[in-house]
């Protein structure tokens, strides 16, 4: 049955259980009266029939059960009791607001001590029937409180699942994102290369054809090497702490990039200690960047490189000479920098002045605390 079926009718259950008892209890005053036979009748079917709307309607419900309790009676009907007990049991499961509940709560056990009382029942009976109305009530709240709980805590299951599967979209997108970040480090770094050979090697074969054969052959070694480092990164990616492989000494990577024609100097102050693994491959990724940035953007111009590896901290600095009045529109490389930085609690900076183009990179050491 659905909820707007629940409200507004009845729970055909529970109108199968009060028309059984109405029927067993008009037999019932039938052959042993408690009351004059159309009273007995009528009192089975105004305290028993208000069963069907217990769950749907249960405050009103519970009301109109009561209504004769206060007249006097020879008897009660056997099977009202239980009736009893399933009405308020109800009201106090189901009923709304509390202070309607705890209202007929109170008139139902006025009532019932009232009828025992100027009945033919002793008057310690009176206690009996308080507690037959006020127990079921106190039994049903404590029913709705379990029964709050447990929907607030499927609420909350039903929340965690959904925070859960957004955190692993997240994930994903994260590693997505940082896969395509590495293979730029990587795969434009070296295609960066291969194009400052291939304009090399293309002005050999118009003037000298034969000194063009060490530019192809630098390139078919970078491209070869791209495809190492390409796998490399991947070895990398899979990696249980993400952060171990295989990368370029930076004095090799510097001299790679000047034997492709991107004049370097490169200066190195410290070393990284043996907890440093994740700085060092961020340093060589954003050396490789700024080197295929220069190469890019201003062929030909020496690019200077400081590194320095303090206690608790390294320090990049890269400059050249460029043709530019301001710091560019960031792009995947100065963004991915600023990414690692921010990634790793570090700190990154571009900006030009007086015709250089200065990137400054810093990082804290994991090392430090050692």
């Known amino acids: 049955m659905s909820v707007s079926e629940g409200r507004l009718g009845t729970n055909r259950t529970d109108v199968v259980l009060a028309a059984v008892l109405v029927v067993l209890g008009i037999v019932q005053v039938t052959v042993w009266p408690i009351a004059d036979s159309v ?40 099977l009202g009791f239980v009736a009893v007990v399933l009405q308020f049991f109800a009201l106090g499961s189901w009923g709304r607001p509390g202070r309607a509940v705890v209202a007929v709560t109170a008139w139902a056990v006025t009532a019932t ?38 929907e607030e805590l499927d609420r909350l299951a039903a929340t965690l699942r959904e925070e859960r599967r957004r955190a692993e979209e997240t994930a994903v997108e ?24 291939a304009e090399a090697a293309a002005a050999a074969l118009r003037l000298a054809p034969d000194r063009a054969v ?32 295989a990368t370029d000494d930076l004095a090799e990577v510097a001299r790679r990039a000047e034997q492709a024609g991107i004049p370097t100097t490169l200066d190195v102050h410290g070393a990284p200690g043996e907890d440093d693994e994740q700085a060092r491959l961020a340093v060589n990724r954003v050396v490789r960047e700024c080197l295929t940035n ?9 690019v200077a490189l400081d590194v320095v590896w303090e206690p608790d901290r390294v320090r990049v600095v890269a400059a050249n000479a460029t043709g530019l009045a301001a710091v560019p529109a960031a792009g995947r490389g100065l963004t991915g920098m600023r990414h690692r930085a921010e990634l790793l609690g570090g700190g990154f900076a571009a900006d030009v002045h007086d015709g250089r183009f200065t990137v400054r990179f810093e990082l804290p050491l994991a090392g430090a605390a050692r």
């Open 174 to 197: 994260l590693e997505r994102a940082r896969i395509a970040q590495e293979l730029h480090d990587v795969v434009g770094h070296e295609v960066t290369l291969i194009a400052v050979q």
């Open 214 to 245: 060490e530019p192809v052959e630098a390139i078919r070694i970078t491209a070869h090497r791209t495809l190492a480092e390409m796998r490399g990164v991947l070895d990398v990616l899979s990696a249980e702490d993400g952060v171990r492989g």
């Open 39 to 78: 009273l007995g009748q009528l009192y089975v079917l105004c305290t028993t029939l208000p069963l069907a709307w217990r769950r749907t309607r249960p405050v009103p419900a519970a009301f109109v059960s009561t209504l004769l309790w206060v007249v006097p009676t020879e008897g009660y009907p056997i």
């Open 113 to 150: 001590v009232v009828g025992t009382l100027v009945g033919p029942e002793p008057p310690v009976a009176a206690i009996g029937a308080a507690l037959a109305v006020a127990a079921p009530v106190l039994a049903g709240r404590l029913v709705a409180h379990l029964r709050a709980q447990n």
């Open 294 to 302: 220069a190469g890019r953007h201003a062929p030909g111009e020496p």
